[in-house]
T-cell receptor, first 112, second 115 residues
């Protein structure tokens, strides 16, 4: 069965530090992968997506993610975080039955 | 920009009441979705719809029903609200069938409290 795992429930980083949020998926074929962000009190917004081609994907707000088939991972990175990046981040995979399966989310806290 | 609006940001209802959550999208999207979001559980799909008058069950449809009479509007109905339906409800839409390939656009959510 398709699934998405985000191993970290909470992550805290200092403003200006680099960030990596982990995502592992389980899927039998080429996955369609997404990262969404949910700011406090808001709905989800797409950061980036991967369907095929270059395994390093650029997104909005300075985020990028790298697809690694050998590790079944699609980790999200940002070289330098800003206080406004504090939010909850969801990794998702497009499933065979036309649904999108979301991970349980990682809440990012930023220290000033 | 795609806009997905939900009729209420906050709602308080009593056990046994019939509850309607309304969602409207303004970009002629084919697909619409209802999720509930709970701490530690992420997003779980309740129902989705590919077209007018069409609906498909998601992962947790029990206790819910939906209605899509017009393309732009997708309603979630709690026939008899219970306290375990206290949650954040998120509506989303996407452009084409083949939803697993498509970006979903989310509304701001309705936080429902059932007393």
């Amino acid at each position: 069965a398709q699934s998405v795992t985000q191993p970290d429930i909470h992550i805290t980083v200092s403003e200006g530090a680099s960030l990596e949020l982990r995502c592992n998926y389980s899927y039998g074929a080429t996955p369609y992968l997404f990262w969404y962000v949910q700011s406090p009190g808001q709905g989800l917004q797409l950061l980036l997506k991967y369907f095929s081609g270059d395994t390093l994907v650029q997104g909005i707000k300075g985020f990028e993610a790298e697809f690694k088939r050998s590790q079944s991972s699609f980790n999200l990175r940002k070289p330098s975080v800003h206080w406004s990046d504090a939010a909850e981040y969801f990794c998702a995979v497009g499933a065979r039955d036309d649904k999108i399966i979301f991970g349980k989310g990682t809440r990012l806290h930023i220290l000033p | 920009d795609v806009k997905v609006t939900q009729s209420s940001r906050y709602l308080v209802k009593r056990t046994g009441e019939k509850v309607f959550l309304e969602c409207v999208q303004d970009m002629d999207h084919e697909n619409m979705f209802w999720y509930r979001q709970d701490p530690g559980l992420g997003l779980r799909l309740i129902y989705f719809s590919y077209d007018v008058k069409m609906k498909e069950k998601g992962d947790i449809p029990e206790g819910y029903s939906v209605s899509r009479e017009k393309k732009e509007r997708f309603s979630l109905i709690l026939e008899s609200a219970s306290t375990n339906q206290t949650s954040m409800y998120l509506c989303a839409s996407s452009l084409y069938p083949g939803a697993r390939l498509e970006t979903q656009y989310f509304g701001p959510g309705t936080r429902l409290l059932v007393l």
